[in-house]
């Protein structure tokens, strides 16, 4: 039987794992409450898309070599990613921002008029800031780097 283990998996798995636990622990910091919806949301600090599809770059780079067809896809892959997740993402979030608050100001409108209304929030936190996905991207490429190099 062929040995089903792949380092560069594990290792980018491993990383979106412990970015979104990161995320969790900054968020407790930041706000003195545990939001389990943390781990599972995007957007926050670190990326966690940039740290996974990095470690698998970088882990295919170690194990493939980085003239491989396999690198290539990967880092192509990353590149998409990163730049969804700070571009199209991030800009999503912020109009949904302004949208919740053109929702709210018609609301308050409501309300003065005595007229229910429920309330339903687009989700602002699905992008992430450059920093943000530089952070995951750094922490990814040291996770799959150090992970096939070790394992």
Same mark, same amino acid.
């Given at each position: 039987m062929?040995n089903?283990y $792949?380092p560069p998996l594990?290792?980018?798995v491993l990383s979106w %794992?412990i970015?979104q636990?990161?995320?969790?622990? #900054? $968020?407790?910091i930041?706000?003195?409450?545990l939001n389990?919806?943390r %781990?599972l949301?995007?957007?926050?600090?670190p990326?966690?898309?940039?740290?996974?599809?990095c470690?698998l770059?970088?882990g295919?780079?170690v194990t493939?070599?980085v003239n491989?067809?396999?690198f290539?896809?990967a880092?192509v892959?990353?590149?998409?990613?990163?730049?969804?997740?700070s571009g199209v993402r991030?800009?999503?979030?912020?109009?949904?921002r302004?949208?919740n608050? #053109?929702?709210?100001? #018609?609301?308050d #409108? %409501?309300m003065?008029? $005595?007229v229910?209304?429920?309330?339903k929030?687009?989700k602002?936190?699905i992008?992430?800031?450059?920093?943000e996905?530089?952070f995951?991207?750094?922490?990814?490429i040291?996770?799959?780097?150090?992970?096939?190099?070790?394992s």
């Amino acid at each position: 039987m062929e040995n089903i283990y $792949n380092p560069p998996l594990v290792a980018a798995v491993l990383s979106w %794992f412990i970015a979104q636990l990161i995320k969790v622990l #900054i $968020n407790v910091i930041q706000h003195k409450k545990l939001n389990v919806e943390r %781990f599972l949301g995007a957007g926050g600090m670190p990326s966690s898309h940039s740290a996974a599809v990095c470690a698998l770059a970088a882990g295919l780079g170690v194990t493939e070599g980085v003239n491989s067809p396999m690198f290539a896809l990967a880092f192509v892959l990353a590149v998409i990613v990163m730049y969804d997740a700070s571009g199209v993402r991030r800009a999503a979030g912020m109009h949904a921002r302004e949208i919740n608050k #053109i929702k709210d100001a #018609i609301s308050d #409108i %409501f309300m003065k008029r $005595n007229v229910e209304e429920k309330k339903k929030y687009l989700k602002e936190f699905i992008g992430h800031s450059p920093l943000e996905v530089f952070f995951g991207a750094i922490f990814g490429i040291a996770m799959g780097i150090v992970f096939t190099m070790y394992s």
